[in-house]
């Protein structure tokens, strides 16, 4: 089983970015898919989930309004369209899968886990 996350980069404080996390592996797609981010020394956070079929979606406080998590289970993708950037959005963002079928907000409760992509907001 294995994630591919993609789309990270720098932009300016206000601008959109959106990043992308391939999966492979059939069941893989039908899994609760989340994305974490993580600033050095401190722990992953979480930030968006999103259940198996896409029904359920859940989001930090921190996010809410700002960002989306959306997937496609046909290509296997889960995708977070980040709005209105801030530069506490910087941060290495992972995308995450989990077995279980709620959403979950810690590290802890996912099993497979993507490459980190870098996010950079400069104000």
């Known amino acids: 089983v294995q994630l591919q996350a993609s789309g990270g980069g720098s932009v300016q404080a206000g601008d959109s970015l959106t990043l992308s996390c391939a999966g492979s592996?059939?069941?893989?797609?039908?899994?609760?898919k989340a994305w974490f981010r993580q600033l050095p020394g401190k722990e992953r956070e979480f930030v968006a989930g999103?259940?198996?079929?896409?029904?359920?979606?859940q989001y930090a406080e921190s996010v809410k309004g700002r960002f989306t998590i959306s997937r496609d289970n046909a290509k296997n993708t889960v995708w977070l369209q980040m709005n209105s950037l801030r530069p506490e959005d910087t941060a290495v963002y992972f995308c995450?899968?989990?077995?279980?079928?709620?959403?979950?907000?810690?590290?802890?409760?996912?099993?497979?886990w993507g490459q980190g992509t870098l996010v950079t907001v400069s104000s």
């Open positions: 995450a899968a989990s077995r279980e079928f709620s959403i979950g907000y810690s590290s802890s409760e996912y099993e497979d």
């Open positions: 999103i259940s198996g079929h896409g029904r359920n979606t």
């Open positions: 592996g059939y069941t893989l797609s039908m899994y609760t």
